[in-house]
């Protein structure tokens, strides 16, 4: 493969990136948002302002309802988020492990895309997601589908099991 026609994948993975990090600092400013509301007190922020949100990623994650993050007196609030994508498949063992591991975390998990193999069924969710990372479903914010879950018309599978937290506004992440 030349330079050249490596350069429109260089392209493509490099909007990847920026997505997926924009998401990640869209949601952590949301968690951290909270946890400081938490500790004084106060109302829940419902996201960042508007002027530091990608149009593509401007829904909040408003209807959350989140547990109190507030660390004890006098200490900095320490919000920790893991997550991944390409998740439950019924024939591999990956998501039991991973979700084995994040049950000994603390914090809170996020989902990248491709929760449920193979097409984001009710079913798949179920018999493939439930069982393993279904285990965090209350830990769980700022889950996103990837096209295996929109292989089901609407992402109806997704938007069933995650409820609010997949379209808090009638829009997915």
């Known amino acids: 493969m030349n330079e050249r026609s490596s350069l429109p994948r260089q392209a493509a993975l490099l909007i990847i990136a920026f997505a997926a990090t924009s998401i990640l600092l869209v949601g952590g400013w949301a968690l951290v948002s909270r946890a400081r509301s938490a500790q004084s007190g106060g109302t829940v922020a419902s996201g960042p302002p508007a002027s530091l949100v990608p149009s593509p990623l401007a829904p909040s994650p408003s209807g959350l309802s989140l547990p109190s993050l507030g660390p004890p007196s006098g200490e900095q609030a320490t919000v920790v988020i893991t997550g991944a994508g390409d998740i439950a498949d019924c024939t591999r ?10 049950l000994e975390q603390q914090g809170f998990v996020f989902t990248a895309g491709d929760n449920a193999y193979e097409d984001g069924t009710s079913k798949d969710y179920s018999t493939c997601y439930a069982p393993t990372w279904g285990r965090l479903l209350d830990r769980t914010i700022l889950p996103t589908a990837g096209n295996h879950d929109w292989q089901t018309k609407g992402a109806a599978g997704y938007l069933a099991y995650f409820g609010a937290a997949a379209a808090s506004d009638g829009v997915t992440w």
Do not use: C, E, H
């Open 93 to 102: 063992s990956g998501a039991q492990k991973t979700s084995d591991l994040l």
